[in-house]
């Protein structure tokens, strides 16, 4: 299903040609419809007397689709046999851990029906199950952990069965839904990027986040209600775990870290700061064709015209000129300054003597039907997400464009998978400082108005960012510049980071982070308000909460991890960021620089300026 005559050509030693095809339809179209020209090939490449492959933009997205379909389905047959694993030896009980379980799972199935439903109206990027499967296992299942363990430790205290969901869901409850709430609009800073992709996640996200807080305030105290002590059924004695008010070995570093708070916040933050370091050499872009992971058959295609054409030949740089309105390509005008542009092409194009040239060949041109635009198609000699790509493009747009047609009009735009690449990054880059803004500002406001305190929600914030900003540093030490873990997770370090990502991990982890903070606060505010003395709440909410801390943090690590274990190379680094930051934050963070800056403020935590008092009083207490 060619829409114009194949174009070929043949390597300098005769021994390799290619052949372009160009597909009908869109890109999507096209991606559905290449399997015709991929089952063409395979027959013809069952004959020994030469290999024969495909490599293109849709035959890549739909291997590329194919292989992260694979991943993903592999990465949910892991991740709950592991997180039934975390639950139990959390738990200690088969029924108590198969409920955070089956509520995570049926937060997600109701998320993806109403999703569905909502892509009638508004088209979603393909990856949204796959974000709703991400946020709906790490926010469902710590929810309803919080919520249980609780109700356990209440019932264990000796209180009724109505009594302890009454405290556990006043308390623990209480601060589920304003975790959620944290999470909700966090998230919702994506839609400031105003890319459609971020948009689908955010939705995506936003809708299981919801559900699942909605599932653990409403059906999960319901099913505690009908459980009563049954959910301590089918006991593990052998993971049977009993922290009392000690809080195990978190409780034994909280009472070390609250005796030398300064020491231990002094080398705290300078570890954080010295991890965090590399961020300040983040190579953003985007990871190109060459790498797709082996499994991906188009990469042999790639490699063979690497080694003897260009692989600028799957992704050209697309320029389109259009004469204007009743204007006609054919203009003596408009053709002889289309003719200078091809000749400036031309004079940067590679051959034997000029062999570092930013372009290839063959440059293609195209008319409509109509006569009122052309297409003209220039190979780089460059992969898509490679400097020389990016330098090429602009080449074009700042110098030769300009130089072949100085008069408007014709417009002239330049497109193509790396000018889609420059423009996508210079709008992440543009949008960065309005998206922090906004979700630093909303998180602020936030838990200004849940603990009454201006203390507490800047040192979130700034706890928040330098967890963010390790993360960070580690993605650069290990896929940027390749230390430590190319073995361990497969992969060869291209010197880039997905220009998306640190945005993006911004937002889903500012929210993440805040399920933590909000649960240990939450704690410590109860005991605040009972009575006891700083020092005392900070003790108790830190040792409280630390085995809950701990479960819930592995939960989310370990879902994230096995993303880091996918073939695709943006998947590789997400789950990697976001498992490292999970894990930064929920140990050195929450158990330790937090209980240590605590101390060291005392009672000015809950310092409220007079001009704030007007503030609601939502005590955490049931």
Not at 353 to 363: F, I, R
Not at 589 to 617: C, E, F, V
């Amino acid at each position: 299903r060619e829409q114009s005559p194949f174009v070929s050509a043949r390597g300098s030693r005769g021994d390799v040609s290619f052949a372009i095809a160009t597909l009908v339809g869109d890109a999507g179209e096209a991606e559905d419809t290449v399997d015709m020209v991929v089952d063409a090939v395979d027959r013809a490449g069952e004959t020994d007397e030469f290999d024969i492959s495909v490599g293109g933009d849709a035959s890549i997205a739909s291997e590329s689709s194919r292989v992260v379909e694979e991943d993903f389905a592999f990465a949910l047959q892991l991740n709950l046999p592991i997180t039934l694993l975390l639950l139990l030896l959390a738990f200690g009980a088969l029924v108590a851990a198969f409920v955070p379980l089956a509520l995570g799972l049926g937060a997600i199935t109701i998320a993806l029906g109403v999703l569905a439903l909502v892509s009638q109206a508004y088209p979603l990027a393909e990856t949204y199950s796959e974000m709703v499967l991400l946020m709906g296992l790490a926010t469902g299942i710590d929810y309803s952990l919080f919520i249980i363990t609780r109700y356990r430790s209440e019932r264990a205290a000796g209180h009724t069965t109505e009594d302890a969901i009454v405290v556990a869901s006043g308390t623990s409850g209480k601060a589920v839904v304003f975790a959620g709430i944290t999470v909700l609009l966090a998230i919702s800073g994506m839609f400031l990027v105003d890319n459609v992709i971020f948009s689908s996640l955010a939705i995506a996200a936003m809708t299981v986040v919801a559900i699942a807080v909605v599932i653990s305030a409403t059906l999960l105290p319901a099913l505690l209600a009908i459980l009563g002590d049954n959910v301590n059924r089918w006991g593990l004695g052998f993971l049977h775990r009993r922290h009392g008010e000690s809080g195990g070995i978190w409780g034994r570093i909280s009472d070390f870290v609250l005796a030398r708070p300064v020491t231990v916040t002094v080398v705290t933050l300078t570890g954080l700061l010295a991890l965090a370091l590399p961020v300040v050499t983040f190579n953003l872009g985007f990871n190109g064709n060459k790498a797709l992971p082996d499994a991906v058959d188009a990469k042999r295609a790639l490699t063979a015209l690497e080694n003897n054409f260009t692989l600028g030949l799957t992704s050209p740089a697309m320029v389109l000129v259009d004469p204007g309105q009743d204007q006609n390509i054919f203009g003596s005008g408009i053709q002889t300054s289309t003719d200078e542009f091809l000749g400036l092409v031309e004079r940067e194009t590679a051959s034997a003597t000029n062999g570092d040239a930013p372009y290839g060949s063959p440059v293609q041109t195209e008319v409509n039907d109509s006569g009122n635009t052309e297409l003209i198609r220039i190979p780089i000699n460059a992969d898509t997400g490679d400097e020389q790509a990016i330098r090429a493009v602009e080449h074009l747009r700042d110098d030769l464009v300009p130089r072949a047609f100085p008069d408007q009009p014709p417009d002239v735009l330049v497109t193509g998978a790396t000018a889609g690449n420059i423009d996508f990054r210079e709008n992440i880059l543009a949008k960065t400082p309005f998206v922090i803004a906004f979700v630093v500002a909303l998180t602020f406001v936030t838990l200004l108005v849940v603990f009454r305190s201006i203390v507490i929600p800047i040192k979130a914030v700034v706890l928040n960012g330098l967890s963010v900003c390790a993360a960070y540093g580690l993605l650069v030490l290990v896929f940027q510049e390749g230390l430590f873990l190319e073995g361990v997770l497969d992969f060869k370090a291209t010197g880039i980071i997905e220009s998306w990502l640190p945005l993006f991990l911004f937002s889903v982890l500012f929210g993440l982070s805040m399920d933590y903070h909000m649960f240990v606060m939450g704690r410590i505010k109860e005991a605040h308000e009972r009575g006891a003395s700083t020092d005392e709440s900070i003790a108790t909410g830190i040792k409280a909460t630390a085995g809950t801390i701990t479960s819930a943090a592995a939960i989310m690590v370990a879902v994230a991890l096995i993303f880091a274990f996918t073939r695709n190379i943006a998947l590789k680094q997400f789950g990697f960021g976001l498992a490292a930051a999970i894990f930064i934050d929920a140990t050195v963070i929450r158990s330790i620089l937090l209980p240590a800056t605590m101390k060291l403020l005392g009672p000015r935590n809950w310092y409220l300026p007079s001009w704030l008092q007007w503030l609601p009083d939502i005590r955490m207490e049931e």
